[in-house]
């Protein structure tokens, strides 16, 4: 993986969980927001943690801003700072943002600001929570896009002990097995809780055998996977 430099401006809630994945992932994180308390709470857990005002252009240019890899505008209740400083970020030159929205007229705004790479953290979370409870056998799921998912799901009775080629998937539903998790006990164990463990089995091969309470990790569009959970 390479290393990357990513500001991340705004740090609430999705943002202090966000810029710790980053840094525990290896990449040079600076966090950016006005509240002094938040910065000094984030404060170790990031490469550079910073108090200033996200609207102005000089203060962002001051930390560098023009050489981050990313910028991340992570706020989430105050838009019209969300916009100021798309426009500061802009003008600074950072090729790739990426900007929170709450609503489709903040996403319509961001958008004619020429901010192209737009997300919504709670919409995500909400759908990928609908379709887990929606579908019998589904562990979970990961949006990729408004298109594309990948979902885990209890290995469906009807294709218990066959094989992989056998299930045929790619052909009946256009959906891809990513990979297989295997339920496994470590009779070494000392604690009941710790025994059960999965072992994921890597890209499997067409004669890898389905096996009861296996979890299959499956790509395919959102129509694609429906139609299979749905049978």
């Known amino acids: 993986m390479q290393r990357k430099k990513i500001a991340v401006i705004g740090i609430g809630s999705f ?9 525990d992932d290896g990449h040079e994180v ?3 927001d006005k509240d002094p308390l938040i910065i000094e709470s984030i404060k170790d857990f990031v490469t550079v943690a910073v108090t200033l005002d996200a609207t102005d252009e000089h203060a962002l240019r001051s930390q560098g801003i023009t050489d981050v890899d ?13 916009i100021i400083c798309a426009d500061s970020l802009k003008k600074c030159g950072v090729k790739n943002i990426y900007a929170r929205y709450q609503t489709e007229l903040q996403m319509k705004v961001l958008e004619l600001l020429g901010i192209k790479d737009l997300f ?15 579908f019998s056998g589904m562990r979970s799921s990961f949006l990729l896009s408004d298109e594309y998912s990948v979902v885990e799901v209890t290995v469906p009775k009807r294709y218990i002990n066959q094989t992989i ?42 004669n890898t055998i389905l096996k009861e309470d296996d979890i299959i990790v499956l790509f395919g569009s959102q129509t694609d996977l429906a139609r299979f959970l749905e049978t």
């Open 15 to 23: 943002g202090k969980l966000f810029v710790r994945y980053l840094f």
């Open 30 to 32: 600076i966090a950016i």
């Open 70 to 82: 990313y910028a991340v505008i992570a706020l989430a209740d105050d838009f019209e700072t969300s």
């Open 120 to 134: 919504n953290p709670e919409e995500k979370a909400a759908r990928s929570m609908a379709e887990t409870l929606s």
């Open 165 to 206: 080629a056998e299930a045929d998937l790619r052909h009946k539903y256009n959906i891809n097995v990513i990979t297989i998790k295997r339920p496994t006990v470590n009779k070494e164990s000392k604690r009941v809780s710790d025994s059960k463990t999965e072992k994921i089995l890597g890209i499997p091969h067409g």
